[in-house]
């Protein structure tokens, strides 16, 4: 059983960064597809960026040349370096194994989410 437990959120405004980190605090996704979600208030969650064991990334258009995801197996740590926020990018942001952008691996339980919100 693999318990994640998202952290980093908080309050930037638009044009500042973030960095989000991803923990198992129980479990290993050593060899599953990671990926980090959001919701906003009314949405749907969404993937926005995954990278594979290999390496592989992949990002939704959205964030595309601002976000950038990283996997350290060893600590099972996936991290998401935000850059350039935009108000838009406000949501609950969520790791979980990727499902969308041409994955489907079987998602693990949600953990908490950490909160981003930029303000104009």
């Known amino acids: 059983q693999v318990h994640l437990v998202e952290s980093g959120g908080g309050w930037v405004q638009a044009g500042g960064s973030l960095r989000l980190s991803c923990a198992a605090s129980?479990?290993?996704?050593?060899?599953?597809?990671m990926g980090w979600y959001r919701q906003a208030p009314g949405k749907q969650r969404e993937l926005v960026a995954g990278v594979s064991s290999s390496g592989a990334r992949r990002y939704a258009n959205s964030v595309r040349g601002r976000f950038t995801i990283s996997r350290d197996d060893a600590n099972n740590v996936v991290e998401l370096q935000m850059n350039n926020l935009r108000t838009e990018d406000t949501a609950l942001y969520y790791c979980?194994?990727?499902?969308?952008?041409?994955?489907?691996?079987?998602?693990?339980?949600w953990g908490q989410g950490t909160q981003v919100t930029v303000s104009a």
């Open positions: 129980t479990g290993t996704f050593r060899n599953t597809v």
């Open positions: 979980n194994a990727a499902r969308g952008l041409g994955w489907g691996a079987e998602r693990f339980s």
